[in-house]
């Protein structure tokens, strides 16, 4: 179990550096299998990975996405919608192969019985997640459930989970952020064989500090990835503030 921790200097190289590394598994994929499937994330956090992430020399035609987590209610059309933000900044920029969305409008339980019959057949070569400020992953906010094995579950999503959504410029009122989300749970985020974690500004960093430092505890949902076998937390100096020996 090697947790790599790397601290850019700018979010700019925080996302150059998690892409390329992000690259570096699907091109091997690519090369032994002949396909590589992935699973992408969103919000602020990720905006800088991706724009780094569709520049990379990657034959997209042989790539299969899977899409992270979604709310539960808005359309496609919300300034909010997971769907939107990715195929805006990468869906409609590469020739992906295939990207499997999740649709918050639908049935939820159908919508996550249909994923999950889809991404059970697929080994996924690399996550690339974030850690929310209350320390989620995806939207399993805490106490996370580390147990489930469906891959794709509802999930309430606390008061911080929706705080953070709001004061990110998504919704106008906390009224406005929905309850529930349609999230990957932890169990099939960590069948993922190598984890990119991309984590910037230091209003993530007390979340950063418990991640990388503190227990394994579903109360801290991210710091499950202490017990992966390959993955990489990209940092900037604002996220990487509180964490113990750092000058």
Not at 55 to 77: C, K, S
Not at 149 to 160: A, M, N, R, S, T
Not at 195 to 213: E, G, L, M, T
Request: proline share 5%; charged share 30%; with cysteine.
């Amino acid at each position: 179990m090697v947790m790599n921790v790397k601290i850019s200097d700018t979010k700019k190289e925080l996302g150059r550096a998690a892409a390329e590394k992000g690259a570096s598994f699907i091109r091997k994929a690519i090369g032994k299998k002949g396909e590589s499937h992935i699973i992408l994330a969103t919000g602020a956090s990720q905006f800088e990975m991706l724009e780094e992430l569709v520049n990379q020399v990657i034959d997209w035609t042989r790539v299969t996405a899977f899409h992270l987590d979604e709310y539960i209610g808005p359309g496609m059309d919300h300034p909010a919608s997971f769907r939107r933000y990715l195929k805006k900044r990468f869906v409609d920029r590469v020739p992906v192969k295939e990207f499997n969305y999740i649709d918050g409008g639908r049935n939820p339980k159908k919508e996550c019985d249909r994923l999950n019959r889809i991404i059970s057949k697929h080994e996924i070569d690399v996550a690339f997640v974030g850690i929310g400020e209350n320390a989620h992953i995806a939207f399993n906010d805490p106490p996370a459930d580390f147990e489930i094995e469906d891959p794709y579950i509802v999930v309430d999503l606390d008061e911080d989970c929706r705080r953070q959504q709001l004061n990110e410029g998504w919704f106008n009122t906390l009224e406005e952020v929905p309850a529930q989300a349609i999230s990957m749970s932890v169990k099939q985020i960590m069948k993922a064989k190598a984890i990119v974690c991309s984590v910037p500004d230091a209003r993530k960093a007390k979340a950063v500090k418990a991640v990388v430092q503190g227990p394994v505890t579903n109360m801290v949902p991210s710091s499950v990835v202490q017990l992966h076998d390959a993955c990489w937390i990209f940092l900037d100096p604002d996220s990487a503030g509180l964490l113990a020996g750092r000058k």
